[in-house]
């Protein structure tokens, strides 16, 4: 099967079916944009903003970011382009959002938590992004990181709106988010699920730390049944619901994730080719037979040894 893999043609991501999964880029500047292309991305699912803001002594102004964004976006013309707002904390300390020395950074005033505390920077991030979308084709959609409740959800949805954006989501990536979904999609045009932050969530295992690296496993049928959530609550919706964390790049668990409800899957562009071609050895049926044989192991190992079991040559 992998001799197969090289010579399945650069095209847009789909099962055996025909159902369409369309494949994005995650990208952490907008140099990155050519490789995504060549790679065959159909889009951006998660263009992380970090770079814009961590080596600066003051937040950038908006004339500033407007040209990395208007880059990013021409880079993709009618296609979709999901922009995150700055995700730093205490862990990557910026004087100009948050300088309060913290025990636990991974749980204190980070992503939307710390954006909202100083709420001009925000603005200025979501009125440069309006700006770009107005002057190019990209179908720009905007989210933001860490959002732990509903009314996070709704302050941001909000806020977007209020600054001319016209597709507003959140990341999923904390254990409440997830429970919560069909309350969060309620207030959000869509979900993205960041399996890095829902896994370290989930495991209480930080991610960084690597004494406890074994926790970080997204085969986890914890975080597993918390990816059901979010895809049982868009299909309720008919709102679309992406994976950008690294589960999505892993070709195996991009088919469970499938199976889970995931509609779209973004990874690093170097991933696309693999994922895509397993994507399309899987009806849906299998997808979700595979869903339903990981959610009911017992840790992320055996997750994994009975979805492997389910293929038709497995090894
Ligand atoms: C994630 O947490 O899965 C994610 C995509 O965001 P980051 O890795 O940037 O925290
Ligand atoms: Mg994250």
């Known amino acids: 099967a992998r001799a197969q893999r090289s010579a399945v043609p650069v095209g847009p991501g789909a099962l ?4 369409p999964i369309p494949l994005l880029a995650n990208l952490g500047s907008a140099e990155g944009v050519e490789g995504a292309v060549a790679a065959g991305a159909e889009g951006v699912g998660l263009f992380r903003t970090e770079f814009l803001f961590l080596d600066a002594k003051t937040a950038p102004s908006v004339a500033q970011q407007y040209g990395h964004y208007a ?3 021409r ?3 009618g296609r979709k382009v999901v922009v995150r707002v700055l995700d730093a904390g205490a862990d990557k300390p910026l004087s100009f959002l948050n300088d309060a020395p913290e025990e636990n950074p991974a749980l204190g005033l980070r992503g939307l938590r710390a954006l909202r505390a100083t709420e001009q920077i925000l603005r200025d991030q979501l009125t440069a992004l309006a700006r770009a979308a107005g002057e190019t084709d990209a179908d720009l959609w905007v989210m933001a990181p860490m959002v732990s409740t509903v009314e996070e959800t709704r302050y941001f949805v909000a806020l977007a709106r209020e600054l001319g954006l016209k597709t507003a989501g959140v990341m999923v990536e904390v254990p409440s988010a997830a429970l919560l979904a069909d309350r969060v999609l ?3 045009d869509f979900a993205s699920i960041g399996t890095n932050d829902l896994t370290q969530y989930t495991l209480a295992a930080d991610r960084l730390l690597g004494s406890v690296a074994s926790f970080q496993d997204p085969w986890h049928p ?3 049944r918390l990816v059901r ?3 049982r609550a868009g299909a309720a919706l008919g709102k679309p619901v992406g994976i950008c964390g690294e589960a999505a790049a892993d070709p195996l668990l991009a088919v469970v994730l499938v199976g889970l409800g995931a509609t779209t899957l973004s990874m690093s562009p170097s991933a696309l080719g693999d994922v895509r071609a397993e994507l ?3 009806t849906r049926e299998q997808a979700v037979a595979f869903a339903d044989a990981a959610l009911t192991a017992e840790d992320g190992a055996t997750a994994r040894a009975a979805v492997r079991a389910l ?3 497995h090894v």
Do not use: C, N, R, Y
């Open 280 to 282: 399309l050895q899987h």
């Open 71 to 73: 880059k990013l976006l």
């Open 222 to 224: 914890a975080v597993l």
């Open 75 to 77: 880079g993709f013309p």
């Open 229 to 231: 959530e979010v895809g």
């Open 186 to 188: 309620a207030e959000a």
């Open 311 to 313: 293929l038709p040559q």
């Open 16 to 19: 055996a079916d025909g159902t």
